[in-house]
T-cell receptor
Framework: KAGVTQTPRYLIKTRGQQVTLSCSPI?????VSWYQQTPGQGLQFLFE???????NKGNFPGRFSGRQFSNSRSEMNVSTLELGDSALYLC?????????????FGPGTRLLVL | GQQLNQSPQSMFIQEGEDVSMNCTSS?????WLWYKQDPGEGPVLLIA???AGELTSNGRLTAQFGITRKDSFLNISASIPSDVGIYFC?????????????WGLGTSLAVNP
């Protein structure tokens, strides 16, 4: 099976812009979780989608949003970018809701906000 | 957000040495997972633990699910340079239908050849 894919791998934006990141889960997986990773902060949970519904949400401002399509592909959007949004954004897929089965991670999208 | 207490934060060892790292929580978990992240990549699952007291090996790696269900450790024996990376623990707690994974902050491992 192909693994989790994320596009783009690298992105440079400026403050105030918006960005959309994409994640394609492993075939057959219906759960997609998004994380933000910054040095020293570990993996910060953003949100989880399962069968097109948001199941869980972390403590991030409303500028961070996401959605999931019927083919389980997911997108996350960050509006009005701030310098502090520079991070590695990881998505992970699993066959059942988060924690029920093992999560498999994509390589991440590295976002730099200037 | 809620996080696990993972230690040590970083380690610098000589090739061939054994390594031990652990995670503790104030909550009881039903699952413990250990991941490794190489630079520029996403975390990769190393070992999954599902039962208190369970001891599982994956090559030179051994992990245990603590009896109290509030801790887990990961051991790496005879370290090699490719063991370099960041190791994360994650625990799953049951909270009705809102099960979610709680993550440690990671242990950064450097191996001197």
């Amino acid at each position: 099976k192909a693994g989790v894919t994320q596009t783009p791998r690298y992105l440079i934006k400026t403050r105030g812009q918006q960005v959309t990141l994409s994640c394609s889960p492993i075939s057959g997986h219906r759960s997609v979780s998004w994380y933000q990773q910054t040095p020293g902060q570990g993996l910060q949970f953003l949100f989880e989608y399962f069968s097109e519904t948001q199941r869980n949400k972390g403590n991030f401002p409303g500028r961070f949003s996401g959605r999931q399509f019927s083919n389980s592909r997911s997108e996350m959007n960050v509006s009005t970018l701030e310098l502090g949004d520079s991070a590695l954004y990881l998505c992970a897929s699993s066959s059942s809701p988060q924690g029920g089965e093992t999560q498999y991670f994509g390589p991440g999208t590295r976002l730099l906000v200037l | 957000g809620q996080q696990l207490n993972q230690s040590p934060q970083s380690m610098f060892i000589q090739e061939g040495e054994d390594v031990s790292m652990n995670c503790t929580s104030s909550s009881i978990f039903n699952t413990w997972l250990w991941y490794k992240q190489d630079p520029g990549e996403g975390p990769v699952l190393l070992i999954a633990l599902y039962k208190a007291g369970e001891l599982t090996s994956n090559g030179r790696l051994t992990a245990q699910f603590g009896i109290t269900r509030k801790d887990s450790f990961l051991n790496i024996s005879a370290s090699i340079p490719s063991d370099v990376g960041i190791y994360f623990c994650a625990g799953q707690e049951n909270a009705g239908n809102n099960r979610k994974l709680i993550w440690g902050l990671g242990t950064s491992l450097a191996v001197n050849p």
